[in-house]
C-alpha cells in the first residue's frame, strides 16, 4: 500500500514568488492534514481537511496561505507571495476515520525561499 | 512557557544501555499523548501512544503522569538502529489531531 506521498520534495523559490505544494493522501483516508517545521522550530499545525471540507484551518498563518482539497482526494497547499519566513518543511499526514488518531506522515516538501 | 517541552539532549549511549527521556506539557486538559520517532530528514513516524496505566511495546516503555503533566519514554538494552530524534505530542482538548510537538530529544547509540 503506498503512503502519503507529497511533491515536490524540494523547492527553491524567490521572495515574492508563488509554490504549490501537493499531498497524496492514503488512499481511502478521509483526514488529511497539514504540519510544517520552520528552521530551528517545532513542528506546527497548519489545518485539517475531512474529506474536501476544511474541518480546523486555525494554524494557517496568514492569508498568503491557501489549502484546497477538491474531491476529497488530493490537496494542495499555495503560498502566493512566499516570504523568506515560510521556508521550512512543510508535513502532510492522513489518518483513515474520525477517531483514528494514528496519523501517517509523508516525507515532506523542504521549501526554502530565498 | 512551550506547550510541549523536552529536553533536545543529545543523548549519546553505548549499544545495550538503558535511556529515558522525559517530556512536560501545560495544557491539564490534553487527553491524548504519543511518542513519535524522527529519522534524519524524514517524516515523523508514531513510535508508540501512551496510557495512563503505562504500556510497553517490546524494549520500550511509556508512562504517563496526569498530575505532574509528565510523559516519559524508556528504551531499554539500546540499538545502533535506536539513534533518532524522539518526539513528545499532545493532543490538545478540543482539537482532533491538532497536534502538539515537542522540539525533540536527539538519541545517539553508538557501538
Known amino acids: 500500500e503506498a503512503g502519503v506521498t507529497q511533491f515536490p520534495s524540494h523547492s527553491v523559490i524567490e521572495k515574492g514568488q508563488t509554490v504549490t505544494l501537493r499531498c497524496d493522501p492514503i488512499?481511502?483516508?478521509?483526514?488529511l492534514y497539514w504540519y510544517r517545521r520552520v528552521m530551528g522550530k517545532e513542528i506546527k499545525f497548519l489545518l485539517h481537511?475531512?474529506?474536501?471540507?476544511?474541518?480546523?484551518e486555525s494554524g494557517m498563518p496568514n492569508n498568503r496561505f491557501l489549502a484546497e482539497r477538491t474531491g476529497g482526494t488530493y490537496s494542495t497547499l499555495k503560498v502566493q507571495p512566499a516570504e523568506l519566513e515560510d521556508s521550512g518543511v512543510y508535513f502532510c499526514a492522513s489518518s483513515q476515520s474520525w477517531g483514528d488518531e494514528k496519523l501517517f506522515f509523508g516525507s515532506g516538501t523542504q521549501l526554502s525561499v530565498l | 512557557r512551550k506547550e510541549v517541552e523536552q529536553d533536545p539532549g543529545p543523548f549519546n549511549v553505548p549499544e545495550g544501555a538503558t535511556v529515558a527521556f522525559n517530556c512536560t506539557y501545560s495544557?491539564?486538559?490534553?487527553?491524548?499523548f504519543f511518542w513519535y520517532r524522527q529519522d534524519c530528514r524524514k517524516e515523523p513516524k508514531l513510535l508508540m501512544s501512551v496510557y495512563s496505566s503505562g504500556n510497553e511495546d517490546g524494549r520500550f516503555t511509556a508512562q504517563l503522569n496526569r498530575a505532574s503533566q509528565y510523559i516519559s519514554l524508556l528504551i531499554r538494552d539500546s540499538k545502533l538502529s535506536d539513534s533518532a530524534t524522539y518526539l513528545c505530542?499532545?493532543?490538545?482538548?478540543?482539537?482532533?489531531?491538532?497536534?502538539?510537538f515537542g522540539a525533540g530529544t536527539r538519541l545517539a547509540v553508538h557501538p
Open positions: 495544557n491539564s486538559a490534553s487527553q491524548s
Open positions: 488512499s481511502g483516508h478521509d483526514n
Open positions: 505530542v499532545v493532543n490538545i482538548p478540543g482539537g482532533y489531531n491538532k497536534l502538539i
Open positions: 481537511f475531512v474529506k474536501e471540507s476544511k474541518q480546523d
